[in-house]
């Protein structure tokens, strides 16, 4: 099982809509989640931290589910400006006193008039 | 604040050149990290730095790449001997996270905007 999975997509909706991504991690010891946006070309970008209570930003909601260990992101209204790829994140501790991240190949999102 | 910074943005070599890429990373940041990105493929863990801790670098490919962290601030990875394979965006990320025994959380990581690599 790769560490993090995610539907490559793409996925395509109209404005205004409302779209889902799901993720899911292998490493049930991971404690850092985040969701990262990456335009075509360009670098990484953090879109949202995720907690485990949920967290909501503006369009944005994210989930983390420990027990089936994924993570959602929910962008409601979407806006010709969300195209873009979504990277799932987690961290990865080799067990030395630090964390790495791994990332997702991530989710197209590509919202249309 | 100046965010992180690579140079050079675009690198054309020939297979068998050295290349060096340069990192510059958030002043204050301790941990630093070097990615790879091949075309349409996700990021490709290289190695990590931080402070004045033995590099973790389980994610090289191979002992063509090496890399280099002065003064706990400029990173530089070298390629040598570069062949076709190599070309991707090689993308450096620095973060707040920090040093010491315990289980940190990963702090936010803040990318440059990458050195695009071609090799031909």
């Known amino acids: 099982r790769k560490e993090v999975e995610q539907d490559p997509g793409p996925f395509n909706v109209p404005e205004g809509a409302t779209v889902a991504f799901n993720c899911t991690y292998s490493?049930?010891?991971?404690?850092?989640f985040f969701w990262y946006r990456q335009d075509c070309r360009k670098e990484p970008k953090l879109l949202m931290s995720?907690?485990?209570s949920g967290n909501e930003d503006g369009r944005f909601t994210a989930q983390l589910n420990r027990a089936s260990q994924y993570i959602s992101l929910l962008i409601r209204d979407s806006k010709l400006s969300d195209s873009a790829t979504y990277l799932c994140v987690v961290n990865r501790a080799p067990g030395r006193g630090y964390s790495t991240l791994t990332f997702g190949k991530g989710t197209m999102l590509l919202v249309s008039p | 604040g100046a965010g992180v910074s690579q140079s050079p943005s675009n690198k054309v070599t020939e297979k068998g050149k050295d290349v060096e890429l340069r990192c510059d990373p958030i002043?204050?940041?301790?941990?630093l990290y070097w990615y790879r990105q091949s075309l349409g493929q996700g990021l490709e863990f290289l190695i990590y730095?931080?402070?004045?801790?033995?590099?973790?670098k389980s994610g090289l490919p191979s002992d063509r790449f090496s890399a280099e962290r002065t003064g706990g601030s400029v990173s530089t990875l070298t390629i040598q001997r570069t062949q076709q394979e190599d070309s991707a965006v090689y993308l450096c990320?620095?973060?707040?996270?920090?040093?010491?025994?315990?289980?940190?959380?990963?702090?936010?990581?803040?990318f440059g905007p990458g050195t695009r690599l071609t090799v031909l």
């Open positions: 995720v907690y485990s």
């Open positions: 990320a620095s973060s707040h996270q920090p040093s010491g025994t315990g289980y940190p959380r990963a702090d936010t990581q803040y």
């Open positions: 490493n049930s010891a991971s404690q850092s």
């Open positions: 002043s204050g940041h301790t941990a």
């Open positions: 730095f931080q402070g004045n801790s033995a590099p973790d």
